[in-house]
């Protein structure tokens, strides 16, 4: 008997609402849901494999602990004490502080990745802390941090009603977006050209959104930050700036000026190796659209300058007067976040608190750069990693120079991770803890609704019973259990009330929370029976700017409500959100924040030094999601292959034909040649999240066509040095052509 079920998406940040279909207990089936309010039945080829995906034979059923050595399947109580075990012998011979913490991309996905880390980390009293945002987006946290005083207000281009779009680094027709949750991405971009509004492109590789733009600018990797600045010195340079309704909250627009005076279009061209009128345009261009947008991801992130291109983004969209207004760039209002709680200056935001102990990194929201994990656990002393925690990541495969990782990994004395599969990293674990598949998971956005460009609400409750297996919110909060010193077979449900108390006695407290002076214990028995996650789920959702404040906003939302609305409830398009959202020292909007005026000298420097050496970047496929979605027949294959993009001219000139030698600063690959014109000259291009050679993993598909790990090229030491993240993209490297086959 066939039946259905509802699930949000949960493998990229577009959050489609899907229908299952479930035959004898399986997932059998995915297709978009038509009736859901915010995807409206899109679907891409990874939702459509959701039954492969949920199914796969590789995926761990059973925990496995690490016995002679050996990894070995062992019963659900065995691992716990075996985590409590490991964990607790490594708290009493070396403190807390000596325990690593890495927090791969899917907690940006999962219930679980959403409620439970922190308080392991607060649990542990660790500053080593890692995560995927040091290869990702830690740069944008940090100026949106600096220039609105909140890491997490997140703009979003306002795609459903803007006039004219700049997308920088991004190719949402292959990643289907982030940073900018929008299910049908690419529907958005036909119908933004359809209604007669333009599309710009900045991106070396001409990418599938590149074919659909209007105009592709290909500049040199790396180079977006100065480009920006060249667009800003034409907005003063033209009189061209127009802060329009947001001018009374903006400060440091002099400061920008005088910053931009040398990065006139024709001083920038020839490092950037885009043509000066080219940028004229666009700033002119930019200027005159009705309403505008410049929205940048990866490609403006994960570079030299990482921080300064974050920044300087939304330094255009404040001069063209489209920072918060529709059409513009916007600050969404998830469900989860606090309504309007009156406009009040904040304590602003501020990175390195502490530094890490080897390098000397500047902590960033509570994190160390990635990149600096190795070095913490090689090197000797107070505060070395003597232990680690692993939760939904692989950074052998996705972090610089794997091998190294690899090799510090093998040291740590126990290592515990969360993860449904046995890979190039969790293969260094004492004890993996795997969580039970999507479809017997919980859903609920709490990261990507704040950041989606249609304001929404949708829970999806797990489609199929656990059978016997503990969920990831269990797994968590027994690994919590065991820190908090209580013991892995305590009630797990211990640590969500210890949560919900803490929160609400705190709200209660507060003078400008919707639940001031009430009784934490009048609230707490308000919550609905059932999982801790969706008792601290409800609590959010009352607590929220949507939400019925527990009664006193009677027609509020309510997990009792989302429940009843399975598609999802829409909360209307993205809404004005000045000066509320603002949380700088000065209560507005500093448009030129000290740290990225600094490290625009840096910039400056580079423009007059030469530039001639091939560098690398990345891609990635549609079939595909970093390391882990190599292991499924109907996502192989196919364009999704791991070789190096080169031009012809390029590839020529290197006598490169069918396989080349590719070295970096970190290694050296031989890899697949892709001939392509769709890239620029000096620019090759490897997918990450490949490279599945090495012994003792389980994913039988991916090794069986493991191509190489691009990351392995790169030896971590460049940082951008705002943020910490890692330079993935513009990487200086040599090419030959190989002698002898490709690995
Ligand atoms: N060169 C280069 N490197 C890159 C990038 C690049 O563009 N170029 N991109 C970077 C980016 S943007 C990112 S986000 C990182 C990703 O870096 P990571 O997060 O370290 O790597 P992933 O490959 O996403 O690994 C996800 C892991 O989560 C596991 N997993 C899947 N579902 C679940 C679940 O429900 N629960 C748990 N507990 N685990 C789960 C998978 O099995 C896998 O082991 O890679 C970065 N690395
Ligand atoms: N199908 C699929 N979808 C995914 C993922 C996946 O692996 N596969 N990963 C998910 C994750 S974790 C993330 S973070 C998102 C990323 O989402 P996106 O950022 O949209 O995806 P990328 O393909 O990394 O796009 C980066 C673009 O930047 C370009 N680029 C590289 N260097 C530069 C530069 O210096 N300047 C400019 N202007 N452009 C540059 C690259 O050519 C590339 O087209 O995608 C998510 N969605
Ligand atoms: S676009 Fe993303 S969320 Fe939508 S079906 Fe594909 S993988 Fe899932
Ligand atoms: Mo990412």
Not at 180 to 185: G, K, R, S, V
Not at 206 to 228: F, M, N, Q, V
Not at 267 to 286: K, S, W
Not at 468 to 479: F, N, T, V
Request: one cysteine or more; a negative charge.
């Amino acid at each position: 008997m066939s039946e259905t079920a509802l699930r949000i998406c949960p493998f990229c940040e577009a959050t489609c609402g899907l229908t299952l279909t479930i035959d004898d207990g399986r997932v059998t089936g995915a297709r978009g849901d038509r009736d859901d309010v915010f995807s409206a039945g899109f679907i891409c080829p990874k939702g459509a494999s959701f039954g492969e995906l949920d199914n796969d034979p590789d995926r761990l059923r059973s925990p496995l602990i690490r016995r002679d050595g050996v990894l070995t399947e062992a019963t659900w109580d065995e691992a716990f004490a075996a985590m409590a075990d490991g964990l607790g012998t490594a708290v009493r011979d070396h403190g807390g502080a000596s325990v690593g913490v890495y927090l791969g991309n899917p907690n940006a996905h999962t219930v679980a990745g959403a409620l439970y880390p922190p308080l392991i980390i607060r649990g542990l009293g660790t500053r080593q802390v890692f995560s995927a945002s040091t290869l990702d987006q830690m740069p944008k946290h940090v100026s949106l941090g600096l220039m609105f005083g909140s890491p997490a207000a997140f703009l979003v281009p306002d795609l459903d009603r803007t006039d004219y779009l700049v997308i920088i680094g991004a190719n949402p027709l292959v990643s289907n977006g982030s940073l900018a949750t929008a299910a049908d991405f690419p529907g958005k971009l036909r119908r933004l050209r359809k209604r007669g509004g333009r599309l710009v492109v900045i991106d070396p590789a001409r990418t599938r959104t590149a074919e659909l733009a209007d105009r592709h600018l290909a500049p040199r990797p790396g180079t977006d930050a100065a480009l920006l600045l060249a667009v800003v010195h034409v907005l003063f340079a033209e009189n061209l700036v127009n802060l329009g309704s947001v001018a009374d909250y903006v400060t440091g627009v002099d400061e920008v000026r005088a910053l931009a005076t040398d990065f006139a279009p024709e001083a920038v061209a020839g490092y950037c190796g885009v043509d000066a009128d080219e940028i004229t345009t666009l700033a002119r261009e930019l200027a005159a659209a009705p309403s505008a947008a410049v929205y940048g991801r990866m490609g403006t992130c994960t570079v030299e300058f990482g921080t300064l291109g974050s920044w300087l983004v939304d330094v255009v969209n404040v001069l063209t007067g489209n920072l918060d207004r529709p059409g513009g760039a916007m600050f969404p209002l998830s469900p989860v976040a606090a309504g309007p709680r009156g406009h009040r200056p904040g304590r602003g935001f501020r990175t390195g608190r502490w530094h890490s102990r080897v390098s000397g990194h500047p902590e960033v929201l509570s994190e160390l750069p990635v990149a600096a994990l190795p070095e913490e656990i090689e090197t000797p002393g107070e505060g070395q990693i003597k232990a680690m925690i692993t939760i939904a990541g692989n950074p052998v495969l996705s972090a610089p120079d794997g091998d190294r990782l690899d090799r510090a990994l093998e040291r740590v004395e126990f290592m515990v991770s969360v993860d449904p599969y046995l890979n190039e990293t969790t293969r260094h674990a004492d004890v993996i803890l795997p969580p039970p598949p999507p479809s017997r998971s919980p859903h609920f956005d709490f990261a990507l609704n704040g950041l989606a460009v249609r304001n929404n609400a949708r829970y999806s409750p797990p489609a199929l019973p656990l059978d016997g297996r503990p969920d990831e919110a269990e797994i968590l909060s027994r690994i919590a259990l065991v820190l908090y010193g209580i013991g892995y077979d305590a009630d797990p449900a211990l640590v969500d009330e210890q949560v919900i108390a803490t929160t609400l006695a705190k709200e209660t407290a507060d003078e400008a929370s919707p639940v001031a002076g009430r009784g934490v214990d009048e609230l707490t028995a308000m919550l609905p029976a059932g999982p801790g996650y969706e008792r601290r789920l409800d609590m959010m959702l009352r607590l929220g700017a949507y939400g019925d404040a527990f009664g006193a906003r009677p027609d509020g939302l309510t997990l009792a409500r989302l429940k009843a609305a399975p598609h999802g409830i829409d909360l209307g398009p993205l809404q004005p959100r000045l000066p509320d959202v603002l949380r700088t020292p000065s209560g507005k909007v500093e448009l030129a924040p000290s740290q990225c005026v600094s490290d625009t000298a840096r910039l400056r420097s580079k423009l007059d030094q030469r530039h001639d050496e091939y560098v690398l970047i990345g891609r990635r496929h549609l079939r595909s999601n970093n390391s882990w979605m190599h292991n499924l027949p109907a996502l192989a294959g196919g364009s999704n292959r791991c070789t190096l993009r080169i031009h012809p001219a390029d590839a020529a000139e290197l006598g490169v034909t069918d396989t080349a030698i590719v070295k970096g600063p970190g290694g050296e690959l031989v890899v697949p040649v892709e001939l392509t014109e769709d890239i620029r000259r000096g620019v090759l291009s490897l997918p990450h999240g490949w490279g599945h050679s090495r012994a003792g993993t389980g994913q039988s598909l991916a090794a069986s066509q493991p191509g190489v790990n691009a990351n392995q090229l790169n030896d971590g030491s460049v940082l951008d040095p705002l943020s910490g993240t890692a330079v993935l993209n513009g990487i200086p490297v040599l090419v030959g052509p190989a002698v002898g086959p490709a690995a």
